[in-house]
């Protein structure tokens, strides 16, 4: 599933094409995704502004000037492309295959400073889309509750450390907890723990103090490299202009099991927590 860096990532691309432009017609494909759109989702959409297009943890949001925000989640294969006379630019990045177009699920006709058409391609329909007022947009079920933004200056030494302070759960299964930090998937928080030195059996309770500041530091600065990378290019993602993400080529533990360490030389082990594979060193993770 797309993390903090690649949802972000798509919000760069999808930035100047709509962000101030006007949504003059949305086509539906089919009535739904992983759940049903909201009602008369077309006809609500349809002749508003998009003021700002931004993100919440692994969600994108266009506010609207008709006082309502669309949320879109991409899922495990969901992707937006870019239709226009203006060339998305892809930097440095690897362009992805051409997705099928069978599964181009809903279009955004757009009128702005480069008009032009946004797919929505969505080949597993796990995403979905929803639309909730604007002023009541962190009450909502998607973000009630939800941590701080970890590249935003709420994500601090301090309220790291109390929110883990008194957690018995591994520290690894704390960094995925979205109302301890929102954003942070499985990739980041492999990469974060092993640059930090710390091994993801932890319980949060013995992480807390220097540990902690020092793996938040460390988590900010993973996501950082990843997001001027493009993201990870796991399975299905791809930048708003098709463009693959090349921070996995960068990844020291994640997806490297039996491999040698880069620091001692030690096999990359591989064990399951809930349910999802973690990657580390057991000899330079503590």
């Keep these: ?24 017609k949305v086509e539906l494909r089919r009535p739904d995704l992983r759940f049903p759109l909201p009602k008369n989702f077309s006809k609500r959409l349809q002749g508003a502004t998009i003021t700002t297009l931004s993100r919440r943890g692994k969600y994108l949001l266009a506010e609207l000037d008709s006082s309502e925000t669309l949320i879109a989640h991409l899922g495990m294969s969901g992707r937006f492309t870019i239709n226009s006379h203006r060339k998305a630019s892809p930097g ?8 099928d177009r069978r599964h181009d699920h809903i279009v955004f006709h757009l009128d702005g400073a480069s008009p032009s058409r946004v797919i929505y391609n969505d080949p597993r329909r796990f995403g979905f889309m929803d639309l909730t007022r604007s002023d009541g947009l962190e009450r909502s079920r998607h973000f009630e509750g939800m941590g ?20 018995k759960a591994p520290i690894k299964n704390l960094l995925l907890d979205q109302s ?96 999802r594979s973690t990657f580390f060193c057991g000899q330079c993770q503590r």
């Design 1 to 24: 599933m797309p993390e903090l860096p690649e949802v972000e990532t798509v919000r760069r691309g999808l930035r100047p094409f709509m962000e101030g432009a006007q949504l003059t």
């Design 92 to 99: 440095v990045f690897v362009y992805a295959q051409a997705g």
């Design 180 to 275: 301890i930090v929102a954003g942070v998937g499985n990739i980041y928080a492999c990469e974060a723990l092993y640059r930090a030195g710390i091994s993801p059996r932890r319980m949060g309770a013995s992480v807390a103090g220097a540990r902690a500041a020092r793996l938040r530091a460390t988590l900010v600065t993973v996501l950082d490299e990843a997001i001027e990378a493009g993201g990870s290019s796991l399975r299905d993602f791809a930048g708003a202009d098709g463009a693959l993400g090349y921070f996995q080529h960068a990844f020291l533990v994640y997806g490297r099991e039996n491999e040698p360490c880069g620091q001692c030389g030690a096999p990359i082990q591989r064990i399951i927590q809930s349910g």
């Design 148 to 167: 701080p933004e970890p590249l935003c200056n709420e994500f601090t030494d301090a309220g790291f450390d109390a929110a883990i302070r008194n957690r």
